[in-house]
């Protein structure tokens, strides 16, 4: 797989928001611009 260039338009997919509910990229560009960002799950223990 390689990685998109700048500006280049992102595949849709399909991420969970919570255990019961999940959000779609191209639902919500239909409402204006996105940005994603992705990091590691931050509610453990520290």
Sequence with gaps: M????IGAK???FTLRR???ESVDLGDLLEKGP???AFY???FGNI
């Design 10 to 12: 992102a595949p849709n």
């Design 18 to 20: 919570t255990f019961e």
């Design 40 to 42: 590691v799950f931050d």
């Design 2 to 5: 390689t990685a998109l260039g």
């Design 34 to 36: 996105v940005v994603v």
